[in-house]
């Protein structure tokens, strides 16, 4: 397998692990408290770097797209991680 041809496959796995989790992923914190507001800045993130990640795949730059596929889910583990998001499903995220 070449380079390129595993770039594109892990690209492929991590963008539906990925899109998976935001679909599944819900603020846990209070509406209202300073938790929510960065539980919101945390979601924020994630789905700006999903969003870049799609663009530099779209451009055949797979490297930076499997990065930032890694950087968007690392920022909804990371709430998870904090309670200030909810996630339940072990197979998406790092539970606490």
């Known amino acids: 397998m070449s380079l390129e041809s595993d770039l594109k496959t892990k690209v ?11 679909k599944k992923v819900s603020v846990l914190a209070e509406k209202g408290s300073k938790e929510h507001d960065i539980a919101l800045d945390y979601l924020d993130m994630a789905k700006n770097y999903f969003n870049d990640a799609c663009y530099y795949e779209q451009k055949g730059d797979f490297l930076t797209a499997l990065a930032s596929f890694s950087y968007s889910h690392a920022w909804l583990d990371a709430g998870v991680r904090a309670k200030i998001l909810k996630g339940s499903d072990d197979k998406l995220f790092t539970l606490p």
């Open 12 to 22: 492929k796995k991590y963008k539906s692990l990925t899109e998976t989790a935001l």
